[in-house]
């Protein structure tokens, strides 16, 4: 999870007021960018919340879908 959220973060059309999720949201990091390296305080941080499956499911699927979302449309 961790490293989607990296991938989420590093991606150039990245802004944080657009993530839908609001639980997403509250977990990124503030810094963000293609140099963002933060996985490890990102991982210690995300276990400290104590995060139930159901909200870590959430994190991921909505985390995924950002990327998809940043990447655009597929080509028909």
Same mark, same amino acid.
């Given at each position: 999870?961790?490293?989607?959220? $990296? ?5 150039? !059309?990245?802004? /944080? %007021? ?5 639980? +997403? ?7 963000? $960018? ?5 996985? !490890?305080?990102? /991982? %210690? ?5 104590? +995060? ?25």
């Amino acid at each position: 999870m961790t490293a989607q959220i $990296g991938r989420l973060l590093r991606h150039p !059309a990245f802004r /944080r %007021e657009s993530v839908v999720s609001p639980l +997403l949201q509250r977990h990124l990091p503030n810094d963000a $960018g293609y140099a963002w390296n933060g996985e !490890a305080a990102l /991982r %210690e941080r995300l276990g400290r919340a104590g +995060l139930d499956a159901a909200s870590i499911d959430h994190l991921i699927r909505n985390t995924q879908s950002e990327i998809q979302r940043l990447r655009g449309p597929a080509d028909a």
